[in-house]
């Protein structure tokens, strides 16, 4: 699998003549997360075109964008420029390798990933994450739901532009939060959604997401 996730492959992804969605909204789960949260700083982990991380500069945050592949960064940047200085000002783009990245400890509001495959160990990844979350501060992660063995694919974003004849990586509800410590973290959300999002073909598309939502206690 990690041959299959490398960053060849995300590179060929976003500058091949595969379509991508310039018109993709940004993921719903962080719209629900972020609803409600006094607006800080975020970290926008496996962030693809930009989507989520353009929605949140518009909404106030000041983001730390993190991509493997630079043929993504490059379309988000020329996405968040279509938006203007005010929101490119927001945002500092970065090409990580999220596999060994460790970003600073306890320094963003919000920290957000979202299907993103790192080629070593997923609850590492998410444990490196969460660290970076500041006290009183949210986690989100949202994964392909573990189901019964159907594939499904779409173009969202860094780790999931796959189609359904592609390897899958897929999750458990409990895998996303296997490296949360509850005395440190309040779990909001640890849920299994089903949705229906229009793929770039214009075909409809039924995703099985693992949703987890959790706050770091003051």
């Known amino acids: 699998m990690a041959e ?3 960053k060849e492959f995300w590179e060929q992804r976003y500058t091949g003549d ?3 969605n310039p018109d993709r909204q940004p993921n ?9 949260l006094v607006v800080g700083s975020a970290l926008d982990a496996g962030c693809g075109e930009g989507a989520e991380a353009i929605w949140l500069a518009e909404h ?3 983001v730390t964008a993190l991509d493997l592949a630079e043929g993504a ?24 390798d999220l596999t060994g990245w460790k970003p600073a400890d306890e320094r963003f509001d919000l920290v957000c990933s979202n299907y993103v495959h790192p080629t070593g160990s997923h609850e590492e990844m998410v444990r490196r994450l969460a660290a970076a979350v ?17 594939g499904h694919g779409h173009g969202h974003g860094h780790g999931t532009h796959t189609r359904s004849d592609e390897p899958m ?17 309040e779990i909001v959300v ?10 770039s073909d214009g075909e409809e598309k039924m995703l099985h997401d693992a949703v987890l939502v959790a706050r770091r206690r003051s």
Not at 169 to 185: C, F, M, Q
């Open 4 to 6: 299959e996730f490398d």
């Open 18 to 20: 595969q379509s991508m």
């Open 28 to 36: 719903p789960y962080l719209l629900s997360a972020a609803r409600d």
């Open 60 to 62: 106030g945050w000041t």
């Open 73 to 96: 960064l490059q379309r988000a940047r020329q996405r968040a420029a279509a938006h203007g200085s005010g929101i490119t000002s927001r945002i500092e783009w970065r090409q990580v």
């Open 134 to 150: 500041a006290p009183g501060g949210t986690l989100l992660v949202v994964d392909h739901l573990r189901t019964d063995g159907h």
């Open 169 to 185: 990586v897929t999750r458990a509800v409990d895998d996303l939060s296997a490296g949360i410590d509850t005395d440190e973290w």
């Open 190 to 199: 640890a849920q299994e959604h089903t949705r229906i999002v229009a793929a």
